[in-house]
């Protein structure tokens, strides 16, 4: 018995009228297909827009901060800041987060706060600047969920924070400002995410775990170029097929996500990709 097709081409802009978005969603076959038992298949040919920002809304936008004013008497503030969505570079972004944090603490008496970009290690520093700051810290998202344990508008199991982005993780420490002192991030990394998993709910055996051990990964692509190209991910090997035997086709529901399962916002782009079907030997 042959195979009642042998290669579907996939691209989101034919995506159905109730498909979420080009990262989530449904394509039609004109025809139902129905699958051999022996039937695997593997994807190839994947072409993806690298069209998201560094910076994304409900993604990695949030900072947790600990600010605290000296004068005219010593009042602490521990908050969760938002930082606009946007590509940045590190100059940009340091802006962005020095304004971001002067706007959420003016009421505290927050006027300025030295928050700059140093080229030469890749790092975001924070000093007092001329303002009338003494203690400050960034937590991480380790320390997140114990700190504002009970701020009710924070998400304990969806921080949204922008720590994979300013690299700060494990025991933070505050430190004082008013001394002259100033606090690093970590190694500034703008890519956000740095593999890509296309899954599917209704195609494949479910034989492949992703990073949180989801069930239905169908291939990880590695983001190799910068913001505004086209990634271009070919199999190296056919030893990659999935089992779909006995499996009926006719609406395939995709999604395209990162490591902590979140949808790849595409602003407007759209991926394309081949199904490559083969026969496998029963053994």
């Keep these: 018995m042959s195979l009642p097709l042998t290669k579907i081409y996939v691209d989101s802009k034919f995506k159905t009228p109730d498909s979420a978005s080009s990262s989530d969603f449904k394509f039609q076959l004109q025809h139902n297909v129905f699958l051999p038992e022996d039937a695997a298949f593997y994807i190839d040919e994947v072409s993806i827009p690298r069209t998201w920002y560094s910076i994304e809304t409900n993604i990695n936008d949030k900072l947790y901060v600990m600010w605290q004013r000296a004068t005219p008497t010593v009042v602490s503030y521990i908050s969760q800041v938002t930082i606009p969505s946007g590509q940045y570079g590190g100059t940009e972004l340091a802006l962005a987060i020095k304004t971001a944090l002067i706007a959420k603490f003016t009421s505290g008496g927050l006027t300025d706060l030295g928050v700059t970009y140093d080229a030469t290690k890749n790092v975001i520093k924070f000093d007092k600047g001329t303002g009338v700051t003494k203690n400050f810290r960034i937590y991480s998202d380790s320390e ?64 492949v775990l992703g990073p949180r051990g989801e069930p239905n990964i169908l291939r990880k692509i590695p983001v190799n170029v910068d913001f505004g190209y086209i990634i271009q991910d070919r199999s190296l090997s056919e030893n990659d097929l999935i089992d779909c035997g006995k499996q009926a086709l006719s609406v395939i529901e995709f999604q395209l996500k990162d490591a902590k399962g979140n949808l790849i916002p595409l602003h407007g782009g759209n991926i394309s990709f081949s199904i490559i079907f083969k026969r496998t030997v029963k053994g």
Excluded: C
């Design 144 to 207: 997140i969920p114990v700190v504002f344990a009970e701020v009710s508008s924070v998400d304990k199991s969806n921080l949204q924070s922008i720590n994979d982005v300013i690299r700060v993780e494990g025991t933070t420490t505050t430190v004082d400002l008013s001394t002259g002192a100033t606090l690093s991030t970590g190694f500034i990394d703008l890519t956000n995410f740095h593999n890509l998993y296309l899954s599917s709910p209704n195609l494949g055996g479910f034989e």
